[in-house]
Structures are given as structure tokens and as C-alpha cells.
């Protein structure tokens, strides 16, 4: 457990700092052992980088785009990682992010590799951003490494954004529509084929069948709604756990026209921008695409990357030798890394090649949410419609015959 202390040195002069040990009677005896007596000991509480990033209590992509710069920053104008963690202390009261930099702080404070910290949360940190700190430590590139992450976490994050504000509409009418279907067959649809049935007039055929699906449904809503969420977050929990839900939602996806070309274009941009931070890190060719496999997203590019760095590179053949053995990729990705590789600048092109398709992807988000929106309408007009025309036909034979 990691302590934070207080305590007063033999002049009387103050000073602060953390330990590590197994209960507060081991603090206490470093504290005696460096004549410092004690004012005031307190545990750090560690927080769950991981599960609180889901309520807001994490480190999130804002916070490592700060941290980054920041840390670049500081690295710039002459300061020592150490001195720039303690800065770095005073300015942040988010508790996930301090507990993080007191465990950085004390890992550099007994001599350990700095990239340590980032590796013991897997779940906050990328495989890529930790590699990419690991190599730059070892080149001692760590400040252009940093300036490169902040630049490359704010275009991810700038994509997320985009992806998340193009849902937001489509969800909107999503919910609308389940709650007026809600509302028309818990509440309306009973009452208007509980007149029916009680005057003996037979509605129509397609007002029988939806009559008949409203009073099921409006019967059994509290056992189908909750059965339906659980079923909902279940699917979720398997797609995002587990590697046959992995597999299944690629093929869902790359099924559909729009949604396919922006899934594989996305992952391409993620394969360029990381392989080119990476290589600019100086991380070897053959772990720089191994890792960029583990961000592409895609089974498909994530087996033939691993393909080009086990059975390609390991093997002898050149970069584009190995890439042009692949398939799942397209032409002019192969041909440009071919031809830069021979020209001795891959990274600057496949940062040119990242950029390109995040252009693309940011124009087919425009265009799916062009395709969805009226989609989404088309669909409550349609359900609406149904039910309407259901209730009103019989009503107005009903009504003709007196």
C-alpha cells in the first residue's frame, strides 16, 4: 500500500513525500530511521483506472492528451521527468490521475523504467502508446514521442467524437420509436380491441393481426422489455469480450455496404498512424506491425499483418514483399508502402496514408448519417402508419354502420 506522510525534520522544517509498505507501523519506522518525526500519514487510495473510465472517475482520452503534452512540454524546455510529475501533481485534483502519476512518480523515485506505470493498465493505456513509450525511453526520443501521441490521441479522439455525434440522432429516433410503440400497445391498441370484442364486430384481417401482436405485447411487457435489455447487454457483453462475438460483428459489419467501407477505412488509418508513430519511436519493424495488428479492429487486416511480420519479415522478405503477399489489403496501400520503403521514408507516408483516410472516413460518416436519418424516419412513418390505419379503418366501419 502506498502511504502519503507529513513530517518534520530534526530543524523543524517540513517535508512530504510517499512510501510504499505493508501497514502504518512501517512507515512510522522509515520515518524514525531518517529522524523525521511524523505529523501526519495517510493511505492512497487506488482507483480501478479501468471500470471508472466508464463513469466519467478514469483517466480519459483528454486527460492523455494532456498528459502528453504536457510531459513533451516539459521535456522540451530542459526539465527531468521527475520534476515534471511533481508539477504535474500540483495541477491535477482528478483522483484516477493522481493516483497514477504517485505510482509514476515512485517507480522513477526507485530507478524503474518509466513506461512500467503505463504498462500496469492495459485497459487506460494502448499497447501502442505503451510500446511507443518503452521505445522512445530506450532512444531517449521520449519528448517527440510525446509530441507525436498528442497529436495522434487527439485525431482519435476527434473521430470518436465524430462517430458518436452521427449516432446520436439515429438513437434519438430509436428511442421515440420504442416508446410510442410502447405506449400504442400497452395502452392504446388493448382499449380499442377490447371495444371490438365486446360489440362482436370482426375488424379487418390486418387489424386482427396487429390487435392480436399489441394485446400479446401489452400482456407480457413486463417480462418481454427487461428479457429484451438483458438480451441487448448480453449481446453486447459477447461481441466485446469474446472472440466469436469479435468475429461475428466484423462479418456484420463489413456485410453492409456504407458501414463496410468506413470499418475498413478506419482500420486502415489506424494501421498507418501506429505503424508510423511507432517506427518514428524506433520500435523494430517486425514488433512495430505486430502491435499494429492488436489496433486495426479488423480479423481480417489483424491476421494478415501478423502474417507479414511472422512468415514475411521474420523470413527475410522486404516490408513490400511482405504486404504485396496480402491480399486484404488494397493496391495502393501495398504499392505506396513499396515504393516508400525502397525511397527510406515509410513513416512520413504512412502518416501522409493515415491522414488520407481519416479524410475518407470523416466523409462517409457524413454520408451514412445522410442515409440513416431518413432511413430511421421512414421506419417510425411506416410502424405509426400500421398502427394507425389498423385502429382507424375498423373505427370507421364501425361508425358507417350506425
Same mark, same amino acid.
Request: hydrophobic share 50%; no cysteine.
Given at each position: ?38 505529523? @501526519? ?82 485497459? *487506460? ?12 525511453? @530506450? ?96 449481446? *453486447? ?123 475518407? *472516413? ?41
Amino acid at each position: 500500500m502506498l502511504f502519503h506522510y507529513v513530517a518534520a525534520d530534526v530543524q523543524g522544517a517540513m517535508t512530504e513525500g510517499d512510501y510504499e509498505a505493508d501497514a502504518l507501523s512501517d512507515v512510522l519506522r522509515f520515518l524514525g530511521s531518517k529522524q523525521l518525526s511524523p505529523v @501526519s500519514v495517510k493511505p492512497i487510495e487506488k482507483v480501478d483506472l479501468g471500470i471508472r473510465g466508464y463513469f466519467g472517475g478514469g483517466i480519459n482520452t483528454s486527460d492523455k492528451v494532456f498528459l502528453t503534452k504536457y510531459l513533451a512540454l516539459m521535456l522540451r524546455v530542459g526539465t527531468d521527468l521527475l520534476s515534471a510529475v511533481n508539477i504535474l501533481l500540483d495541477d491535477f485534483d482528478k483522483p484516477a490521475v493522481r493516483n497514477f502519476l504517485l505510482e509514476v512518480r515512485d517507480n522513477l523515485g526507485k530507478g524503474k523504467p518509466f513506461y512500467e506505470a503505463f504498462a500496469h493498465y492495459p485497459r *487506460v493505456f494502448s499497447p501502442t502508446m505503451i510500446s511507443l513509450i518503452k521505445a522512445a525511453e @530506450s532512444s531517449g526520443n521520449l519528448q517527440k514521442t510525446f509530441e507525436d501521441l498528442s497529436v495522434s490521441l487527439e485525431k482519435d479522439a476527434e473521430i470518436q467524437s465524430k462517430i458518436r455525434s452521427a449516432m446520436i440522432y439515429p438513437i434519438i429516433l430509436l428511442v421515440i420509436a420504442a416508446a410510442i410503440l410502447t405506449f400504442l400497445v400497452t395502452f392504446a391498441l388493448p382499449k380499442v380491441a377490447g371495444v371490438f370484442t365486446q360489440s362482436g364486430i370482426k375488424p379487418p384481417w390486418f387489424s386482427q393481426i396487429v390487435f392480436t401482436v399489441g394485446l400479446f405485447l401489452g400482456a407480457n411487457i413486463y417480462i418481454i422489455l427487461p428479457s429484451l435489455l438483458i438480451g441487448i447487454a448480453a449481446l *453486447v457483453w459477447v461481441v466485446i469480450k469474446t472472440e466469436t462475438g469479435k468475429k461475428l460483428f466484423d462479418r456484420v459489419l463489413t456485410s453492409l455496404p456504407v458501414i463496410r467501407t468506413t470499418y475498413h477505412e478506419l482500420a486502415i488509418q489506424r494501421m498507418a498512424s501506429t505503424m508510423s508513430l511507432l517506427m518514428r519511436a524506433g520500435l523494430p519493424i517486425v514488433q512495430t506491425i505486430t502491435v499494429a495488428a492488436d489496433t486495426v479492429g479488423v480479423g481480417e487486416y489483424r491476421d494478415a499483418l501478423l502474417r507479414v511480420a511472422n512468415e514475411g519479415l521474420s523470413k527475410g522478405l522486404t516490408i513490400g514483399e511482405a504486404f504485396r503477399r496480402e491480399t486484404a489489403f488494397p493496391k495502393m496501400v501495398t504499392n505506396l508502402i513499396a515504393i516508400s520503403e525502397r525511397a527510406g521514408h515509410l513513416d512520413e507516408v504512412l502518416a501522409t496514408l493515415a491522414d488520407f483516410y481519416q479524410a475518407n *472516413v470523416d466523409g462517409n460518416i457524413k454520408a451514412l448519417v445522410s442515409l440513416l436519418e431518413p432511413a430511421m424516419l421512414l421506419v417510425m412513418g411506416v410502424m405509426v402508419g400500421v398502427i394507425a390505419l389498423s385502429i382507424i379503418v375498423p373505427i370507421y366501419q364501425l361508425t358507417t354502420q350506425f
